[in-house]
């Protein structure tokens, strides 16, 4: 539980949160075209968002602290002149002195104007900044995405796209990116690819989109992926896309959870249904663990898919026994001089003529910390259900992620140091079984081109290396 800028509570259910992107060309209305797309990816980050415009030879941007809805009016999208934009919605962990952190990030160099905006997370972003702050670089966030535009500002190559190439091969991590020119839109995403982004087109537009929901919402067709260290620049002369790649092997490791969590079921993800997956992983659950029950319960959404996988494998009927109260956004304010704590009870409620007398299979996603699905097995059992059996449809989460998600430390995942068994007992289910990572893998087709490490613990990049020199670097600061 942390604090917003206006000291209201906020509870969110799940500490996995990342970043969206959106972009689009040749658009008489481009800022509400990505003021659209930007809604569509809402889910992936509701602390921040904002969008870059370019006219002529300038950039305007606008940007706040809030959901997409809640930053732009009328007014602000107006301020948005020209047919060419990119957008961000942003997850941090603060209020307001972070809105200086809100991307796109807007800098002005020797090369014109330049706007970044970043899903992601680069894992010698430190070193970088000491070296560049050592060399005179005067920083205006504490993003690690604005070390990227120092080094193309500061390169000496002749060209920027050279210069963004330099850029790149200096960064190590995970980066699906937008960089915006008043002429020209580079959409680019790391050798391993951990976050996603696709192309796609809308009569003469093109549109670039860390999910295809958001291509979906504006009628615009998928095209392709931007591929694992692949650099594709739009430019307005040309209004063609030209492909060129990152000199370093690609060494695809997508990110697993998109498919278990964070993506939109609706989504096309690395290729895959989201919808599809889901089920898949659901299915498989049912017949890596068979229960003797009478109804299987999604928790809300996050259990949805995945339940109404496990009830067609089972053969047992899918029920909401639980109802989601959808306006519960993270700012929720619980009565201040309340002896009560709402806690799980303002997002969830049961459904006691669904669930009374009868044997339960409760399925979820993942288990973070343990304390909401312990409260939400002992609302299911007040309501009236005779045994709880919790399902979930992925690994057990043992270690946190580098890439890109604002994950737990390794201590508060419950995972992380306790058998299933003791979660178990912790949750007071009647039984407890977690997804296999083999069942996960064959669900999303894996053919070695996934990342795994939050529940294997086999990162794709060397980590352990990188934040042990970070944090010889804070200690020397
Ligand atoms: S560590 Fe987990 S959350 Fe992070 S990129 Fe890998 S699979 Fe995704």
Redesign the pocket.
């Known amino acids: 539980m942390s604090s917003n800028r206006k000291g209201i509570t906020v509870t969110p259910d799940k500490f996995?949160d990342h970043c969206g992107i959106f972009g689009i060309t040749n658009q008489p209305e481009a800022a509400r075209n990505v003021y659209l797309g930007l809604y569509a990816l809402q889910h992936r980050g509701q602390e921040s968002a904002g969008i870059v415009t370019s006219s002529g030879s300038r950039l305007h941007v606008e940007k706040g602290m809030g959901h997409v809805v809640d930053v732009f009016d009328e007014r602000r999208l107006e301020r948005l002149a020209g047919p060419h934009a990119t957008g961000h919605v942003r997850y941090s962990t603060s209020g307001a002195s972070f809105l200086l952190n809100a991307q796109p990030i807007l800098i002005d160099s020797w090369r014109g104007p330049i706007a970044i905006s970043h899903n992601g997370n680069l894992l010698n972003a430190a070193q970088l900044r000491y070296r560049l702050e050592h060399e005179g670089a005067i920083f205006q966030t504490t993003s690690d995405t604005e070390v990227i535009l120092h080094l193309i500002a500061r390169s000496r190559k002749e060209t920027l796209e050279e210069a963004l190439m330099e850029a790149l091969l200096a960064v190590k991590g995970?980066y699906s990116l937008l960089i915006q020119t008043p002429t020209r839109i580079f959409a680019i995403r790391d050798p391993c690819g951990?976050?996603p982004l696709t192309i796609g087109r809308l009569a003469g537009s093109w549109v670039f989109s860390s999910e295809t929901c958001a291509l979906d919402l504006l009628g615009a067709a998928f095209v392709r992926d931007v591929e694992c260290g692949e650099v594709v620049k739009w430019d307005a002369q040309t209004d063609q896309l030209e492909s060129t790649f990152i000199p370093q092997t690609p060494k695809p490791?997508?990110?697993?959870?998109?498919q278990v969590y964070?993506s939109r079921p609706d989504s096309v993800v690395f290729g895959k249904g989201v919808n599809g997956s889901r089920q898949a992983m659901g299915r498989i659950l049912a017949e890596e663990s068979p229960v003797e029950a009478d109804i299987v319960v999604p928790v809300p959404d996050s259990g949805v898919t995945a339940a109404i996988g496990f009830a067609d494998g089972s053969g047992i009927p899918f029920k909401f026994g639980l109802i989601r109260n959808h306006y519960v956004g993270r700012t929720f304010i619980e009565p201040k001089q309340s002896i009560r704590h709402f806690g799980v009870k303002i997002k969830l409620n049961p459904v006691a003529e669904i669930l009374t007398g009868r044997r339960v299979v409760l399925i979820d996603d993942s288990i973070v910390r343990g304390t909401t699905s312990k409260k939400i097995v002992e609302m299911v059992r007040a309501a009236g259900a005779r045994e709880v059996h919790v399902r979930i449809s992925s690994p057990p989460?043992v270690?946190?992620?580098?890439?890109?998600?604002d994950?737990p430390t390794r201590s508060e995942l419950i995972a992380s140091n306790h058998s299933v068994e003791e979660i178990r007992e912790f949750l007071s289910a009647d039984s407890l079984y977690f997804l296999s990572l083999e069942g996960l893998k064959r669900a999303v087709g894996d053919r070695g081109n996934?990342?795994?490490?939050?529940?294997s613990e086999d990162?794709?990049l060397p980590v352990e290396t990188d934040l042990n020199q970070l944090d010889l670097f804070r200690k020397e600061t």
């Open positions: 996995w995970a951990f976050r490791a997508q990110c697993i959870f998109e964070f989460t270690s946190p992620c580098y890439f890109g998600i994950t996934f990342c795994t490490a939050c529940f990162y794709p």
